[in-house]
């Protein structure tokens, strides 16, 4: 064999070990991104954290069974992962198993972020609230391909009549406008049903209480990735059709921050009409509650966009 005919073969064998690499790291962002949009709100419940702390390892082993039966006949029909070929039985051992590592790993993440697990915390108070609060971002997970959609599989002849004749004809001024304000107007009620069961209740005052500056400043950084991750990278419904969208902030980056902002205003509107917040609390007072409440408000705001 030549040596033309060697490179070739091994560029091909390289193009598709990077696109088995692409379409893991596409699930894996998919998986995610649905355990974040079904499990956040139950992370600001303390009662869960309460339960958690006091679980017996009888219970923690009982949760963690029921939750892969369950996850397991959900990635029997699907899964989060997109295959052409239907789910076989040992795919879906696999996937199942993957599913409840990324929500043990998820629920992790956000209780660290919002000081509920701490170096003083014992072991087995760890485990009991970590176990328990990844049990809807498991399902989520699960769930994530059957509620919300794929749509990298798409070629050019999958789009919407309307989005290639915006492409080729351009979005007028008034265009951008309304694409927009329909943004805005879905950030605010996406926000609105994630975060409003959560703005009346003591788990903001209380969280806010041990929040420190660093933590707040991870808690912004983590609530925009997990959006820009929600609406652009998950793959989920209309992804390449708002890539396509124009408006006065259409670009991802953008996008994601403007969303982000209004879902901040969502949220602090709510601490005040709940009077967790009045006008004369201290600034830092506002920032903290509203920063805490805003990663809610933020997930919820960035699927109320992919509604649209």
């Not at 998986?31 to 079904?38: D, I, Q, R, V």
């Not at 001024?173 to 309304?178: F, G, M, N, T, V």
């Not at 933020?298 to 649209?308: N, S, V």
Request: charged share 20%; glycine share 8%; net charge neutral.
């Amino acid at each position: 064999m030549s040596k033309p005919d060697i490179s070739k073969i091994m560029g091909v064998r390289n193009k598709q070990r990077k696109n088995i690499w692409t379409h893991e790291i596409n699930d894996l962002v998919r998986g995610m991104c649905g355990g974040f949009l079904f499990g956040t709100p139950l992370l600001y419940t303390m009662e869960v954290w309460w339960i958690g702390s006091i679980a017996k390892p009888s219970m923690l082993m009982l949760a963690i069974a029921l939750t892969f039966i369950v996850v397991f006949l959900l990635n029997r029909t699907e899964g989060f992962r997109k295959r052409r070929h239907g789910t076989r039985p040992y795919e879906a051992l696999t996937d199942t198993i993957e599913a409840m590592a990324i929500g043990l790993a998820c629920s992790a993440l956000i209780l660290l972020l919002l000081q509920e697990l701490t170096l003083e915390t014992s072991l087995r108070e760890i485990l009991g609230k970590i176990v328990f609060e990844s049990v809807p971002f498991t399902l989520g997970v699960a769930l994530a391909n059957q509620l919300l959609g794929d749509t990298r599989g798409e070629t050019n002849s999958d789009k919407s009549p309307q989005s290639q004749e915006n492409k080729q004809t351009g979005n007028h001024k008034s265009d951008d406008l309304y694409v927009t304000f329909a943004d805005i107007g879905a950030t605010l009620i996406g926000a609105i049903v994630i975060a409003f069961n959560i703005a009346p209740t003591d788990e903001i005052p209380m969280l806010a209480a041990a929040v420190s500056p660093l933590r707040l400043i991870a808690i912004i950084a983590v609530s925009l990735l997990i959006s820009y991750a929600i609406v652009f990278e998950a793959g989920f419904s209309d992804q390449r059709k708002r890539r396509q969208q124009r408006g006065l902030f259409q670009r991802p980056i953008n996008e994601t921050i403007m969303s982000y902002l209004v879902s901040l205003i969502a949220a602090a509107f709510m601490l005040w009409f709940f009077q967790k917040l009045t006008l004369s609390d201290p600034w830092i007072m506002w920032l903290e509650y509203t920063l805490l409440l805003g990663l809610p408000g933020t997930i919820g705001g960035a699927a109320g966009r992919l509604a649209i």
